[in-house]
């Protein structure tokens, strides 16, 4: 019964979050709002015993992206989005749209499912196993996304960059 | 005990949250974020199949989620300020042609 208490309590947060997410203007509000929806997330990956991703939800996600994120917005300095003759169409057609699917999807899962009960608050997904299956079944896929971070940074400095400062900076390597 | 089922209507309504705001958010920055709540509501129903069949596997895919995610916003915050340098918007209806 406590377990339910918290998931609704988490999930209500999430879905606030997420809600306030779409309906703010500005962008730093909305960013806001997806931190306070990335750590309601947080309570619900402990709910189901997943300690570990629990905490690098808390530090990946909600710390680092989500530092990416504002940093971005103070640094654009982006004010209040402008609405516009597409957005409307979009608001028109998508939201019903969404809001069906949505529905639809949600009177499945709880009418023709029989699948039963998450045991939870059994914190059985610790760092030891999760590292077991990381560093040994799973290995390979690890170091590729190594590589792949590896690229993303690089990406993200030459990208970045402007463009006069990278021209310097192969001038400087040719001389 | 919390039926497996809450778990995914909570994950379909953060993923159905996601693409309504992809799809009426007009700022490119808000629509970025709208992706991140996407794997967001997915890595919470890898969580929920992952408890109930206890089977940890499911918890690595949500940490190699959460990976290429952080590798995604790294490279698509530099295109956003690289578009804003070029452009000065952050308007994606204003953001339509492919060279200036």
Not at chain 1, 67 to 95: D, Q, Y
Not at chain 1, 103 to 113: F, G, I
Not at chain 1, 134 to 155: R, W
Not at chain 2, 66 to 75: D, F, S, Y
Request: net charge neutral.
């Amino acid at each position: 019964m406590l377990h339910l208490i918290l998931f609704l309590f988490f999930g209500a947060i999430c879905v606030a979050g997420a809600v306030n997410l779409l309906v703010q203007s500005h962008p730093i509000n909305s960013a806001l709002s997806l931190i306070v929806v990335m750590g309601s997330l947080a309570a619900e990956y402990l709910l189901l015993g997943a300690e570990f991703l629990a905490a690098v939800q808390v530090i990946v996600y909600a710390g680092a992206i989500m530092v990416l994120f504002v940093i971005t917005i103070m640094l654009l300095n982006a004010g209040k989005e402008e609405r516009s003759k597409g957005s409307r169409v979009a608001t028109l057609l998508g939201v019903p749209g969404v809001l069906i699917g949505g529905v639809l999807v949600a009177w499945t899962l709880l009418h023709r499912s029989d699948m039963q009960s998450v045991p939870i608050g059994a914190l059985w997904g610790d760092p030891k196993g999760i590292a077991r299956l990381l560093f040994h079944d799973f290995l390979l896929p690890f170091e590729v996304t190594s590589v792949l971070i590896l690229i993303a940074i690089m990406g993200a400095v030459v990208l970045a960059s402007r463009p006069e400062a990278a021209a310097r900076g192969a001038r400087k390597d040719e001389g | 005990m919390v039926p497996l089922s809450y778990y995914l209507v909570l994950s379909g309504i953060l993923f159905a949250c996601g693409v309504l705001g992809f799809l009426i958010k007009r700022n490119i920055i808000t629509i970025f974020m709208s992706i991140e709540l996407m794997l967001n509501g997915v890595n919470l129903s890898f969580v929920a199949f992952a408890a109930r069949w206890h089977a940890l596997s499911g918890q690595v895919f949500v940490f190699f989620v959460m990976v290429v995610a952080a590798a995604e916003a790294a490279v698509g915050l530099a295109i956003i300020i690289a578009v804003y340098r070029t452009r000065e918007t952050l308007n994606v209806d204003q953001v339509n042609l492919l060279k200036l």
